[in-house]
Antibody, heavy 122, light 108 residues
C-alpha cells in the first residue's frame, strides 16, 4: 500500500523560503510510471496544483508560482521536496503531496498525503 | 488554463436523498480527463471517480459520474451520513491541471 507523508515547518516568516518534504513508502520514486506532485489548499478554499517532479529530475510547475518554486527528489531516501521562496501570506495553505500516473489518460491524483499546514506570518 | 466552475456552492439535503453536483469547464474537455474527489474536514481529498464515470477502488456504486464536452456531473443516488462532505472536480486534459472550487453537501 502506497503512503505519502509530508513534513516540514508549520510557520514561515514572510519573504523567507518554505521547505517541505514528502516521504514515500510502498513505492519507489524512481518508478518511470508516476509523477510526484505538490498540491496546496489555502484555509477554507479550493485546491491548486503546484507542480511535479519525475524520476529523472524533470519538473513542471504551475506558472502562477513563477520562479519561486523548486521541486527536487532524493532517490536514496525515497522522498521529494518543495522549496518556495519569497513567501507571503498568500502562500499560507495546507500542502499535500500526491502521486499521478505519467499516462495522460490517467491524470488523477491518488494517493494523497495527509497534508501539512504552513502558515506564513511574522 | 481551463477553469472549472462547480455548482451549486452548497447543497442542503437529507440522508436518503439524491445529490446532483455540476462541474462546467471553460473549454471542452474529453470525458477521459475528468476526476472527482471527496474531502472531509481535516482530511486529504479522496479519489471517487476518474475518466468521468469510472469509480475508484472501494467506492460504493451510489456514486456515479457522467458528462462530456464542458458539462460533467457527479451523482450520489442516496445520501448516506458519511457522504456529507465537499466534492471537487479536476481536469487533466490540458498541460495545467486544475480543480473546481468545490461543492459542499451539507445535512438539511
Amino acid at each position: 500500500q502506497v503512503q505519502l507523508q509530508e513534513s516540514g515547518p508549520g510557520l514561515v516568516k514572510p519573504s523567507q523560503t518554505l521547505s517541505l518534504t514528502c516521504s514515500v513508502s510502498g513505492d519507489s520514486i524512481s518508478s518511470a510510471d508516476y509523477y510526484w506532485n505538490w498540491i496546496r489548499q489555502p484555509p477554507g478554499k479550493g485546491l491548486e496544483w503546484v507542480g511535479y517532479i519525475y524520476f529523472n529530475g524533470n519538473t513542471y510547475y504551475n506558472p502562477s508560482l513563477g520562479s519561486r518554486l523548486t521541486i527536487s527528489l532524493d532517490t536514496a531516501k525515497n522522498h521529494f521536496s518543495l522549496r518556495l521562496s519569497s513567501v507571503t501570506a498568500a502562500d499560507t495553505a495546507v500542502y499535500y503531496c500526491a502521486r499521478r500516473f505519467v499516462t495522460p489518460t490517467k491524470g488523477w491524483f491518488d494517493p494523497w498525503g495527509q497534508g501539512t499546514l504552513v502558515t506564513v506570518s511574522s | 488554463e481551463i477553469v472549472l466552475t462547480q455548482s451549486p456552492g452548497t447543497l442542503s439535503l437529507s440522508p436518503g436523498e439524491r445529490a446532483t453536483l455540476s462541474c462546467r469547464a471553460s473549454q471542452s474537455v474529453s470525458s477521459t480527463y475528468v476526476a472527482w474527489y471527496q474531502q472531509k474536514p481535516g482530511q486529504a481529498p479522496r479519489l471517487l471517480i476518474y475518466g468521468s464515470s469510472s469509480r475508484a477502488t472501494g467506492i460504493p456504486d451510489r456514486f456515479s459520474g457522467s458528462g462530456s464536452g464542458t458539462d460533467f456531473t457527479l451523482t450520489i443516488s442516496r445520501l448516506e451520513p458519511e457522504d456529507f462532505a465537499v466534492y471537487y472536480c479536476q481536469q487533466y486534459g490540458s498541460s495545467l491541471w486544475t480543480f473546481g472550487q468545490g461543492t459542499k453537501v451539507e445535512i438539511k
